[in-house]
């Protein structure tokens, strides 16, 4: 059944040192207020699984809590690099991490895997790719009744997974509208899956029962959380802020720049924020 909270009570109670977790979203919906309170908490020696890296993993990264990334293209989505993500590759800065990169088709495969409770995905890719010659975690194997060659991955079972979706019933199920990604894969392979939302509502009972949805019992907490999308955009609720990723490209190429930012936007306020900069837009 799922808990109501509040994000520092949901975050504080399911993620830990050492923990892989997953934060969800795609295009939409990219669970930015989730990853700020866990670098309020300073939640550290993370392995982070993502289809497509962006600004949250930069930041993330860039606060030192990540030791490991697992991930397809990662970028600041229609800007350019993940400039702390990078810096950590090649100089080490805030410190080392590991990266295990994927094809988009092989994360959503091993995600799905991973929601069967499958040890791994295996699936027609990476023919003639030059990924496999630098990930070891990508395998051939021969399909026993055709004889076809296939690639094998192995499945994402992350302890925790945050999204972020439109509405939750009072009752704990979650509405995700519009693009949707990996996020309900994402939620049933991880052991623990905490959703913010913008809105709590009683009931789900106007909408058309194909929308995508998430029963309560698959999710273990849900907090309400307006604008815990910003700066990507919830479909139905807010629009993509444009400026913030364009000005992020210039935050994150500093590192005392990055710093003053974190402290003053991220450390130093609470989940709140979000909601008040989402009324501005």
Known sequence: ??????????????????????FEGFTHLIPHAAAHEVIRQGIKDLTLIRMTPDIIYDQLIG??????????????????????????IENKWPRAIETVEHSHAAMANAYEAGAAGLPCAVFRGYRGAGLKDVNPAIK????????????????????????????????GDILIEG???????????????????EEIVEDFDDLHPNLCVLPHWTVTAVVEVPGGAHPSYTHGYYSRDNASYLEWDKISADRDLFTQWMQKNV???????????????
């Open 140 to 171: 051939n194997v021969v399909c026993p009744f055709t004889g076809e060659e296939l690639a094998a991955v192995p499945a994402h079972r992350p302890d925790v997974t945050f999204i972020h979706a439109q509405r939750a019933s009072r009752r």
């Open 179 to 197: 693009i949707v990604g990996v996020q309900k894969e994402a939620v049933l392979a991880a052991k623990r899956a905490i959703v913010t939302v």
């Open 1 to 22: 059944m799922a808990k109501f909270q509040s994000l520092k009570e949901a975050v504080a109670e399911n993620l830990r040192d050492g923990d892989t977790v997953a």
């Open 267 to 281: 450390l130093d306020v609470g989940p709140d924020v979000f909601a008040a900069r989402v009324k501005g837009l």
């Open 63 to 88: 606060m030192g809590l990540a030791r490991k990334v697992v991930f397809s293209y990662a970028g600041n989505p229609g800007v350019g690099l993940l400039r702390r993500m990078r810096d950590a």
